[in-house]
């Protein structure tokens, strides 16, 4: 940031502030904005949620809204009648309101673009003539290590009342405050758009790998592929006689996923049956990631020795998802020898030798990527992939070379496309860091925009 700064400076007394300009006022937050909580009146009284008409802004609201990043509270999932809020501690607040999370996303903030009532998980602040609400907006985004170090509690962190009141912020005039806003809308909304841009790139890489994926696992290498591997590069086609499937080489087969492979799910976790006589670390549904095992920090389970067989992995296993991310997979290797895995994961073993295991992830992905696994699903349910399901779909079955030639193939160029992915997601944190930097930068009074149009 190649920025003036301002010509004195002032000790502010406040660690995340550091100095600030001389003429600047630093003081706690009350003394510039009155603090309002939220509240949820009974879910009991329909009065309080039929005919409304008033915002009622909650935590779900948040995920609708782009990275944190947009200044504006969006639309409200509910409404909230008069007669809920004259019943209950929560209060029709005006517009400019700045509002922060105190729980699930910490921190998060946003202004009020109309009057609006919240739920208990935000704290509200209602500014004085002497603070400006969308530089208080600024001020909070820059105060991301402020608020974690404010969280309290293991499972669910928050930050509590006292705590949120005890802050301190640096505040020059009015004048002052409008400028810096306005530069920071400025600024931020060209770093913003530089991000939006890396993300769409990001998301076009995405739909190449899965577009080159779902044509080799079911139409086999492109020509120049298929040649130096030594295949037919334009083998004749048949119908595969599946619907969502279509044509496949003629020389491929079919068979429905039974036929190639044992499934079993595994053992049901019961924590009133853990005895701690035969434990063994296991594997959970959130540990199975694409193409990778986490291992680290695993939870126990008794697994008697006669249960070993059934409930354990072995080298060249697949373990995919039966719920979630439907079929995610990833292949077992020798470090995972011996774990167990809870019923949330299918263990698919191959039956005989001519199955690659790393060409079968290759279809689970493309079969993932293109909706076979939820196409027949509830959309109002979470989806699941039992294991009879699993068992019926029949996919692509090249020989054994072959699919090992795409699989070969497949790695090489999914590694090209998930380097240049790792390159634009730097250049998004570099951003991100730089964003973040300059809102801090202004806040504090590190450089001075005062001047700049």
């Not at 002032?10 to 510039?32: D, T, Y």
């Not at 949120?164 to 009015?174: D, E």
């Not at 390159?423 to 998004?428: G, R, T």
Request: proline share 7%; net charge neutral; charged share 30%.
């Amino acid at each position: 940031m190649s920025r003036a700064a301002y010509p004195s400076y002032k000790a502010s007394g406040v660690e995340w502030l550091g100095e600030v300009p001389e003429h600047w006022e630093v003081g706690n937050i009350r003394r510039f904005a009155m603090m309002r909580t939220g509240h949820t009146p009974s879910r009991t009284e329909g009065a309080y949620w039929e005919d409304c008409e008033i915002p009622w802004f909650t935590l779900k609201d948040i995920w609708q809204l782009r990275d944190g990043r947009q200044k504006l509270l969006g639309e409200t999932a509910e409404t909230i009648s008069k007669l809920g809020l004259a019943n209950s501690a929560a209060e029709l607040l005006p517009t400019n309101t700045v509002v922060f999370s105190r729980t699930a996303s910490v921190g998060f903030s946003g202004i009020m673009p109309r009057p609006m009532a919240t739920s208990q998980d935000f704290w509200n602040w209602v500014c004085g003539p002497k603070l400006v609400p969308d530089y208080l907006l600024h001020t909070f985004r820059a105060m991301r290590g402020e608020f974690d170090r404010l969280m309290s509690g293991s499972t669910h962190k928050t930050i509590y009342q006292a705590d949120a009141a005890s802050l301190r912020i640096a505040v020059p005039s009015i004048d002052e405050q409008r400028s810096i806003a306005a530069f920071l809308d400025r600024e931020t909304a060209k770093v913003d758009l530089l991000i939006g841009k890396k993300r769409e790139l990001i998301e076009r890489l995405a739909e190449k790998r899965q577009a080159l994926i779902s044509r080799t696992v079911t139409r086999g290498l492109p020509p120049d592929a298929a040649r130096a591997a030594g295949l037919d590069p334009h083998p004749p086609m048949k119908d595969s006689g599946i619907d969502w499937l279509g044509e496949v080489p003629k020389h491929w087969e079919t068979p429905p996923v039974n036929a190639r492979f044992r499934v079993d799910l595994g053992k049901m976790v019961d924590a009133k049956r853990i005895t701690g006589e035969h434990p063994i670390r296991y594997l959970r549904n959130t540990d199975v990631r694409w193409d990778r095992i986490h291992k680290v920090g695993l939870p126990e389970m008794d697994i008697l020795p006669a249960e070993r067989l059934r409930f354990t992995v072995e080298p060249g296993d697949i373990l995919a998802c039966e719920g979630r991310e439907l079929g995610r997979c990833a292949i077992v290797g020798e470090d995972s020898a011996g774990l167990g895995y809870q019923k949330a994961l299918h263990r698919i073993r191959p039956r005989t030798e001519s199955e690659s295991p790393r060409y079968f992830c290759y279809t689970l992905r493309w079969a993932n990527g293109f909706g076979i696994f939820t196409a027949e699903g509830n959309p109002n349910t979470i989806p699941h992939l039992p294991g009879e399901k699993l068992r019926r779909y029949r996919f692509p079955r090249p020989p054994l070379p072959e699919q090992e030639a795409i699989a070969s193939f497949l790695d090489i160029e999914t590694e090209k496309l998930d380097a240049m992915t790792a390159k634009v997601e730097e250049a998004i944190d570099r951003l991100q860091e730089f964003r973040t930097a300059l809102i801090t930068a202004a806040v504090t009074g590190k450089i001075d925009v005062r001047g700049e149009a």
